[in-house]
């Protein structure tokens, strides 16, 4: 990334933290994945996983592009559901997902300049509308935050560490 313009570092990063979420979670069993591996806490892998799909489906087709879409994994009963992954949660379909919110993602965002407004909500504090490149910001420190998580989870279940 080193000499790269703006954008191109900002989607760098990105691309860095997505990769880094799924070598933490590469090799384990659907079981491990779903494993809340650090008491008292119900965090598991594959609740990183599933909550990062919701977050890039959330900020870039509902915020960026203002579409209107239900949640894949939560409900208006489980508003957290996607940090719940049940015995029959899958690595493959949580993946899967995953990737294809990326790859929307990465479309859409693609048909924006950073400065660009988005279309859907505003931000809370001030109303201003969020723009590509605040969209790119917080999802990098979104990833980050929840890779440092992942680091800890995946020492707790078979001791592996760095990226």
């Given at each position: 990334m080193g000499d790269a313009g703006e954008r191109e570092l900002l989607e760098g990063w990105l691309d860095h933290h997505r990769a880094t979420l799924a070598l933490k979670c590469a090799g384990l069993s659907d079981a491990q994945l779903r494993r809340p591996a650090v008491a008292p806490s119900g965090l598991s892998?594959?609740?990183?996983?599933?909550?990062?799909?919701?977050?890039?489906?959330g900020w870039f087709r509902e915020t960026l592009d203002g579409e209107d879409v239900p949640g894949i994994y939560f409900t208006d009963e489980d508003p957290d559901g996607d940090f719940h992954p049940g015995e029959d949660a899958t690595w493959a379909e949580a993946y899967a997902t995953w990737q294809a919110e990326i790859a929307e993602a990465r479309r859409?965002?693609?048909a924006h300049r950073l400065d660009d407004?988005?279309?859907?909500?505003?931000?809370?504090?001030?109303?201003?509308?969020?723009?590509?490149?605040?969209?790119?910001?917080h999802m990098i420190e979104e990833y980050a935050r929840h890779n440092g998580h992942a680091d800890l989870l995946r020492e707790a279940l078979d001791g592996a560490t760095g990226v």
């Open positions: 892998l594959l609740g990183l996983v599933r909550h990062l799909a919701e977050c890039e489906r859409r965002a693609a407004a988005a279309a859907g909500r505003g931000q809370r504090e001030t109303g201003r509308p969020f723009t590509l490149r605040w969209i790119y910001t």
